[in-house]
């Protein structure tokens, strides 16, 4: 999977970077700004769309415009997360998140173009189908206040606004991370023509994972250090922060992570050699904390 994950990878940067041919005539320093927030990263959310094109047996190709689109949402979210008003993170990707960067001011208008050029790029899609306009309303509601943006709202909101209890966690969890890889991997699979069962099967799988990425993430933020996440670590504890493991703590999160792999993998089992990078890419995640 390793393999995989660095073969697909390298076709979409090798799309990004010619992608970006885009922001030529855009004032400076916010051309700058937004490449700057496209470098790095696990480019997880494109290749999850890229995978949903293989389990349609489509060409990869076929998404790139919806890869891109995903991955100028997800910068955007972590350009705007990275503020002084939300998280108040300087490192990000391994670097100076944007703000430290470029100023506030600056990281602001790099997430909001951001937002605007993941449609602008998804929406840009030549000979487009009814299907792939459907997919593009799908990640919009995946990203937005029913979905991550929602999330966030409930990760930053005061103490007594919160109710602090695992439901509410996992509930976090579902929209601030699960849905935007529903939007990557589901809405890959609409543009290309889903059954209704096909698009149930992956959110179930896509939500699965999502959860495990989060549980991971959290635990990496106890156990982990800046340099191997490329961004601060041991934030949760240091601001009082509940997380999941928090609240059910180590040993309960690893055996939880075990049982959302095998919930990951039985929503997609059923269809066979389609579903192998896919049953291989939640055993991946799983594996992170390894």
Do not use: W
């Amino acid at each position: 999977m390793k393999d995989k994950i660095k073969n697909i990878k390298k076709e979409f940067e090798v799309y990004l970077k010619d992608s970006l041919v885009y922001l030529d005539n855009v004032p400076e320093p916010l051309a700058t700004a937004v490449t700057y927030a496209l470098e790095g990263g696990k480019r997880l959310r494109p290749i999850l769309a890229l995978f949903g094109a293989e389990f349609m047996q489509k060409d990869i190709k076929q998404v790139f415009e919806i890869a891109l689109g995903l991955e100028c949402i997800h910068n955007y979210s972590l350009c705007h997360d990275d503020l002084p008003c939300m998280d108040d993170d300087l490192l990000r990707h391994g670097k100076a998140s944007c703000h430290a960067v470029f100023g506030e001011g600056m990281a602001l208008l790099a997430g909001d173009g951001l937002l605007n050029l993941a449609f602008e790029f998804m929406l840009a899609k030549q000979n487009a189908s009814i299907e792939h306009y459907k997919a593009v309303a799908y990640i919009s509601r995946m990203s937005g206040v029913h979905g991550m943006v929602g999330g966030q709202c409930i990760d930053m909101v005061t103490e007594e606004l919160r109710d602090k209890s695992l439901a509410e966690v996992i509930k976090l969890n579902m929209l601030k991370t699960a849905c935007l890889f529903k939007g990557a991997l589901v809405g890959s699979i609409i543009s290309l023509g889903a059954s209704d069962e096909e698009v149930s099967a992956l959110e179930t799988y896509a939500e699965k994972i999502g959860l495990i990425f989060q549980i991971i993430d959290d635990i990496l933020d106890i156990t982990s250090t800046s340099d191997v996440m490329g961004k601060s670590v041991n934030k949760d504890n240091a601001n009082n922060k509940i997380t999941y493991i928090s609240i059910v703590g180590m040993q309960d999160a690893l055996l939880d992570i075990e049982k959302l792999e095998a919930e990951a993998i039985a929503a997609v089992e059923k269809f066979g050699t389609r579903a192998g990078n896919l049953i291989n890419f939640a055993k991946y995640l799983s594996r992170r904390i390894n």
